[in-house]
């Protein structure tokens, strides 16, 4: 995923962004019933992830490009 990254961050420089995300678990219902013994207080919400790719996406960050940004929660 890096190398993918960086080759397609370069490739298109001037022209988009390219960055990768890469949570965690993330609380969804189908991970909550195929894990029922785990504490999903620590797993990454839907609305964090959210966040996190709407602010890749943003002008806020037009200097970042090439980046595998790690999203854990709380893990």
């Known amino acids: 995923m890096h190398k993918l990254t960086e080759a397609m961050a370069e490739e298109y420089k001037g022209q988009v962004r390219v960055n990768?995300?890469?949570p965690s678990i993330i609380d969804t219902p189908q991970n909550r019933t195929d894990m029922p013994d785990a504490d999903p207080s620590l797993w990454v919400a839907p609305a964090d992830l959210?966040?996190?790719?709407?602010?890749?996406a943003s002008d806020a960050a037009r200097a970042v490009t090439g980046a595998?940004?790690?999203?854990?929660?709380?893990l």
């Open 50 to 56: 959210a966040r996190v790719m709407l602010f890749l």
């Open 20 to 22: 990768a995300v890469l």
């Open 68 to 74: 595998l940004l790690p999203v854990t929660g709380r």
